[in-house]
């Protein structure tokens, strides 16, 4: 499929500049190593989040437009056993829109309008959603219109294929043991997160906001939200 660019309503931050499926409002550009935006270890040091372990290995990101809006993914999570508080203490949690979020954790709130720099660019860091309600149940079916169930689940081998962007497998999107789930935004009680462990299902697991198990991870959204 010839790729389509996209036109000046948005500015289009790094990595590919073209779409190669989908629309402007949903679509998909592709992928860009590390060095076009950040690694690991780079991201978590510019946030100042230092709980946890760095998951081993070069980070490729995966490279949307959702609801109009450049966002990017890793392909895999991050960082293991680092709690969902560590992150909302970062004020990466939520989306900067947010203030300090719909459900924060015990204690005192933390604003979530955390704006991460590089180069001409900048960042709103949160979670993925994956439903447009912030307080669910624990086995809630993503949703569309949140970015799990349009962006993520959208590049896995399991997605029909009717609407599918890509083929990756849950090995390849780092859903297999030991670090099988991953952090949503989504609450589930005044304590308790939603997490995903399925690239098949969707959302299935919760845990405390202050769990740091191994099995555990962060795999952040990166919104492009202006030029500087």
Not at 80 to 105: I, L
Not at 200 to 228: H, K, M, Q, S
Request: net charge neutral; aromatic share 10%.
């Amino acid at each position: 499929m010839a790729g389509r660019k996209v036109g000046p309503i948005l500015p289009l931050g790094p990595g590919p500049q073209e779409l190669i499926a989908g629309t402007l409002t949903y679509g998909y550009f592709g992928t860009l190593p590390e060095s076009e935006l950040f690694s690991a270890v780079g991201l978590a040091t510019a946030l100042g989040i230092t709980p946890g372990t760095p998951v081993a290995g070069a980070v490729t990101w995966h490279k949307f437009v959702h609801e109009s809006k450049i966002k990017y993914i890793p392909q895999t999570q991050l960082r293991h056993s680092c709690s969902w508080q560590a992150v909302y203490n970062a004020g990466c949690a939520y989306p900067a829109a947010a203030g300090n979020g719909a459900y924060p954790p015990p204690g005192d709130p933390v604003s979530q309008a955390r704006v991460l720099a590089l180069d001409d660019y900048r960042f709103d860091v949160h979670f993925m959603n994956a439903s447009t309600t912030e307080l669910v149940q624990s086995n809630v079916t993503p949703q569309a219109g949140t970015e799990f169930r349009d962006l993520l689940l959208r590049i896995c081998v399991n997605y029909p294929t009717s609407d599918r962007w890509a083929a990756l497998t849950a090995a390849q999107l780092g859903m297999v043991a030991p670090h099988t789930y991953g952090w949503l935004r989504n609450a589930v009680s005044t304590t308790a997160r939603l997490c995903h462990s399925s690239l098949v299902n969707g959302t299935n697991g919760y845990a405390e906001y202050n769990d740091t198990r191994d099995i555990i991870g962060w795999r952040p959204v990166l919104e492009l939200i202006a030029n500087n």
